[in-house]
């Protein structure tokens, strides 16, 4: 992240500028002092000061205080359109002379006050960083500032590793950006993945590999790679990179995620991480869903994970009952996950890991089972709504 405290002092006027500003005033006017003022800032190179010249030299014009960082409450009324107009475009042409200098930072503060994102995304989509060059510009306006949160993330993978990326990405919030959320996991999957066949190769010391070759192929030949205990990648990468892939939509690299499931399947139970129900065999459950999701044993997978849920309900959790709600939903099940969501998450007010009963019963215009969900809550209001919506 930045601090400003580390940036480089502005560039300062000399002396003799400020005797001919004084000048200006006197003989020409406040105007005519405004305009070499404004042209000073340009040939200096101080554009955050051209801001507010740009703004005065407004203010100037409508005979109000010449002072820039004025309240606009303090202008007339008549005046407020106009000085607006000379804000955005004193920022528009503020920020784009930052791109031009790719001072990414210092466009973006223009911008964002302004509230315009675009210029600023198309900068970081065209830009094409050197070696040599400082990404972290574009990796916190475009992905902390979500301004392209795609870009931005590839970079940290790129620039920084998958560690750091898997870091990063756990602590974004996506939740209104969710195709930013798919890429960034399938970025993830992809980076994973290619490590791991590279390091498989050098484990089988071969130069290079056939062309088609693949994970699964290697692991499914190979068993030996595994001998005593080894492993060919960090560990808690792969159970954290194959965790997130629970969440991709269809996509060629939940294939790429179901085979580094079978990987991590083969490793020694040392390196298996615990979870809970339903995920008590991690990597195993996981290729599970993977495989029905994409249409592979479709009905084994559903029964894997509908066995799982009245045990787990006798032990105080619905969590197994949540996921196989959403694996129903994303086969496009939604009767099913219905009748689940009535049989095992009726009475639960918490946030659940999946749509509720209220919701699945809306979408479904099943008004009268939502009603009696709702009367199973103590919930009146919801009742009531149900039994009117039924009715009508």
């Given at each position: 992240?930045?601090?400003?405290?580390?940036?480089?002092?502005?560039?300062?006027?000399?002396?003799?500028?400020?005797?001919?500003?004084?000048?200006?005033?006197?003989?020409?006017?406040?105007?005519?002092?405004?305009?070499?003022?404004?042209?000073?800032?340009?040939?200096?190179?101080?554009?955050?000061?051209?801001?507010?010249?740009?703004?005065?030299?407004?203010?100037?014009?409508?005979?109000?205080?010449?002072?820039?960082?004025?309240?606009?409450?303090?202008?007339?009324?008549?005046?407020?359109?106009?000085?607006?107009?000379?804000?955005?475009?004193?920022?528009?042409?503020?920020?784009?002379?930052?791109?031009?200098?790719?001072?990414?930072r210092k466009a973006w503060f223009y911008?964002?006050?302004?509230?315009?994102?675009?210029?600023?995304?198309?900068?970081?989509?065209?830009?094409?960083?050197?070696?040599?060059?400082?990404?972290?510009?574009?990796?916190?306006?475009?992905?902390?500032?979500?301004?392209?949160?795609?870009?931005?993330?590839?970079?940290?993978?790129?620039?920084?590793?998958?560690?750091?990326?898997?870091?990063?990405?756990?602590?974004?919030?996506?939740?209104?950006?969710?195709?930013a959320k798919q890429h960034c996991i399938?970025?993830?999957?992809?980076?994973?993945?290619?490590?791991?066949?590279?390091?498989?190769?050098?484990?089988?010391?071969?130069?290079?590999?056939?062309?088609?070759?693949?994970?699964?192929?290697?692991?499914?030949?190979?068993?030996?790679?595994?001998?005593?205990?080894?492993?060919?990648?960090?560990?808690?990468?792969?159970?954290?990179?194959?965790?997130?892939?629970?969440?991709?939509?269809?996509?060629?690299?939940?294939?790429?995620?179901?085979?580094?499931?079978?990987?991590?399947?083969?490793?020694?139970?040392?390196?298996?991480?615990?979870?809970?129900?339903?995920?008590?065999?991690?990597?195993?459950?996981?290729?599970?869903?993977?495989?029905?999701?994409?249409?592979?044993?479709?009905?084994?997978?559903?029964?894997?994970?509908?066995?799982?849920?009245?045990?787990?309900?006798?032990?105080?959790?619905?969590?197994?009952?949540?996921?196989?709600?959403?694996?129903?939903?994303?086969?496009?099940?939604?009767?099913?996950?219905?009748?689940?969501?009535?049989?095992?998450?009726?009475?639960?007010?918490?946030?659940?890991?999946?749509?509720?009963?209220?919701?699945?019963?809306?979408?479904?215009?099943?008004?009268?089972?939502?009603?009696?969900?709702?009367?199973?809550?103590?919930?009146?209001?919801?009742?009531?709504?149900?039994?009117?919506?039924?009715?009508?």
């Open positions: 992240m930045f601090d400003p405290d580390e940036l480089p002092p502005p560039p300062t006027l000399s002396s003799e500028t400020y005797d001919r500003l004084k000048k200006a005033v006197a003989e020409q006017g406040p105007s005519a002092a405004v305009e070499q003022l404004c042209s000073d800032l340009r040939e200096l190179g101080d554009l955050s000061a051209l801001f507010y010249a740009l703004l005065m030299k407004k203010r100037v014009e409508l005979g109000v205080s010449p002072f820039p960082s004025g309240s606009s409450a303090d202008l007339p009324v008549e005046t407020h359109a106009s000085y607006e107009q000379a804000i955005r475009d004193a920022g528009r042409s503020t920020g784009d002379e930052f791109l031009k200098q790719n001072d990414l911008f964002n006050m302004l509230g315009e994102t675009d210029p600023v995304r198309e900068f970081i989509d065209k830009f094409q960083p050197l070696d040599g060059d400082d990404v972290q510009p574009l990796i916190e306006v475009g992905l902390y500032h979500g301004v392209h949160p795609t870009k931005g993330f590839d970079l940290v993978v790129s620039r920084y590793g998958i560690c750091n990326a898997i870091t990063t990405f756990s602590g974004q919030d996506f939740s209104r950006n969710p195709a399938r970025t993830l999957v992809k980076s994973l993945y290619e490590q791991l066949l590279d390091r498989l190769n050098s484990d089988l010391q071969t130069r290079v590999l056939p062309p088609g070759t693949t994970v699964a192929g290697i692991v499914s030949a190979h068993p030996e790679l595994f001998d005593e205990g080894a492993y060919h990648i960090d560990t808690s990468h792969l159970s954290s990179v194959t965790q997130f892939c629970l969440e991709l939509d269809a996509c060629g690299e939940r294939k790429l995620a179901r085979e580094l499931c079978m990987y991590g399947s083969k490793l020694s139970d040392t390196f298996k991480f615990a979870s809970d129900p339903p995920f008590e065999n991690s990597y195993v459950d996981y290729k599970i869903l993977l495989d029905a999701l994409d249409g592979e044993n479709v009905e084994a997978g559903l029964k894997h994970f509908r066995d799982k849920i009245e045990p787990a309900v006798k032990e105080g959790t619905t969590f197994p009952a949540e996921v196989y709600v959403n694996l129903l939903l994303k086969l496009g099940r939604q009767k099913d996950a219905l009748d689940i969501a009535k049989k095992y998450l009726a009475g639960e007010n918490r946030q659940l890991s999946c749509p509720n009963v209220y919701e699945l019963c809306q979408q479904a215009s099943d008004f009268s089972g939502l009603a009696e969900a709702a009367r199973s809550r103590g919930d009146g209001v919801n009742y009531l709504a149900g039994l009117i919506a039924a009715k009508k």
